[in-house]
């Protein structure tokens, strides 16, 4: 099982907020993400890292930002949070496998809504 | 833009059949092929990963892959109720995954 951990897990906030989402994983893994579902749809990548101080914007605009300075943890901040940005944000992490793609291990998510 | 594609469903199946879900991604390079089952509220789990060409087998899960045809599948034998979820196909992107929209499985008693 994978030891992946998402903070807060349910997060009610108002508009113009800053928020800090929080990500930690205990496997060492090199590589995170951070993904953006809406219910019923698909998965979109925000934000990912293939390892300390280094970061890079996903597929999906985001007007988020994050952070890798140790790398067990890959926190994800908004500084201004407006009601578009309430969704399901999943964290996920891999080992590097030398292959193209690796095994994405998901943590269990932070609903968020911005009222 | 390369993309991964799967009918949304949902599939339908009666419980003990063998469930067939689909995917077909559009970058002919990809290399690594992934199969999440996502139950509803939850987050995705790893099912299976295919590199090679044919079937691997895991159980009651077999996934398929015909690289010619850019096609992956899963085949779920003896479906069981617990089995109902969105299944989610992942191919590789440089390093990165890039995820179909995913297929509902529902499997009635």
């Known amino acids: 099982e994978a030891d992946i951990y998402q903070t807060p897990r349910y997060l009610v906030i108002g508009t113009g907020k800053k928020i800090t989402l929080e990500c930690s994983q205990t496997m060492g893994h090199d590589k995170m993400y951070w993904y953006q579902q809406d219910p019923g749809m698909e998965l979109h990548l925000i934000h990912y890292?293939?390892?300390?101080?280094?970061?890079e914007k996903g597929d999906l605009s985001s007007e988020s930002t994050v952070s890798r300075i140790r790398t067990e943890h890959f926190p994800l901040t908004l500084e201004s949070a407006r009601p578009s940005h309430t969704s399901q944000y999943l964290c996920a992490s891999s080992e590097a496998s030398g292959r193209t793609g690796d095994e994405q291990f998901f943590g269990p998510g932070t609903r968020l809504t911005v009222l | 833009q390369k993309e991964v594609e799967q009918n949304s469903g949902p599939l339908s199946v009666p419980e003990g059949a063998i469930a067939s879900l689909n995917c077909t991604y559009s970058d002919r390079g990809s290399q690594s092929f992934f199969w999440y089952r996502q139950y509803s509220g939850k987050s995705p789990e790893l099912i299976m990963f295919?590199?090679?060409?044919g079937d691997k087998e895991d159980g009651r899960f077999t996934a398929q892959l015909n690289k010619a045809s850019q096609y992956v599948s899963l085949l779920i034998r003896d479906s069981q109720p617990s089995d109902s979820a969105t299944y989610l196909c992942?191919?590789?992107?440089?390093?990165?995954?890039?995820f179909g929209q995913g297929t509902t499985l529902q499997v009635k008693p």
């Open positions: 992942a191919v590789d992107d440089t390093g990165k995954l890039i």
């Open positions: 890292s293939y390892g300390v101080n280094s970061t």
């Open positions: 295919i590199y090679s060409n």
